[in-house]
């Protein structure tokens, strides 16, 4: 059952959630987008606001042979994949907000959640980008965020993104059995929003500050504290400090 390269591309009108379609009835290398979603899924349990139309929600099904080494990069790798997509759409100025938020100007872009299917050689990446969406239709967005027509000042062409999503991503999820540790660091470097920024990070109800200074080979942010010490951040909301 484990496929390599992108298989059928299914486009839908409505769904619940992308993500639950590709883990529920996807098939290894399978992409789906829709229209719209009913209960579009953040990450920690969060809704994604998901209006009909103007944005991409696009999840795919992904089969590695093995359980790859470094899997806990590959939500980061992901990230990086986006990113370079929208610079193949000429889009420029952006980068990504560890985990795996793509940002401008202080505002998210987009996100990504990624699923693993049971057995952790399968996942599923599910990538959300708001692309024409007006604020109105996202009034109820919690967080400060932007899109593609905002930063550019045009309506952009879904399906030039979406062609250039997929291409990236593949690319990306066929090498990442062989990721080359250096070359990633440099590559997330070149993204990274938070680097070098005092950085305030929320892990439960405990709350660090220190200096953020890019990724160790877990995937996991280093804080460089007041005091020297390094921590590294598995899971936390991390905000630039004001
Ligand atoms: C985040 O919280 O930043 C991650 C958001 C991920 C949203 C995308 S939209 C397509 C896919 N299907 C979902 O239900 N969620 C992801």
Known sequence: A??????????????????RWALQAG??????????????????????????GVNLYLSVRWCFAAVPPHLPLLSLV????????????????????????????GKKLGGILLEAVGSLEQV?????????MLPEA????????????????????????????????????????QLDMAQFQHDWQHWDVLAGQQVQALMGTETLQGLASGVNNQGQLRIILRDGFIKNLSSADV???M
């Open 239 to 241: 905000s630039v400090r």
């Open 2 to 19: 484990t496929l390599h390269t992108l298989r059928d591309i299914h486009v839908f009108s409505t769904l619940d959630s992308t993500n």
């Open 138 to 177: 996202g009034a109820d967005i919690d967080q400060p965020w932007t899109s593609l027509q905002h930063i550019t000042g045009e309506t952009l062409v879904r399906n030039t993104l979406a062609a250039a999503l997929l291409q990236r991503l593949v690319k990306r999820l066929h090498a990442f059995p």
């Open 78 to 105: 992901a990230g990086l994949a986006v990113a370079e997509a929208l610079e193949d759409c000429a889009i420029h100025g952006h980068g990504l907000k560890w985990p795996n938020d793509v940002y401008y100007a």
């Open 27 to 52: 098939q290894c290398g399978e992409a789906c987008f829709a229209e719209q979603q009913t209960a579009g899924r953040g990450r920690r349990g969060r809704q994604w606001q998901s209006p009909a």
């Open 124 to 132: 599923v990446i599910g990538i959300g980008l708001n692309v024409n």
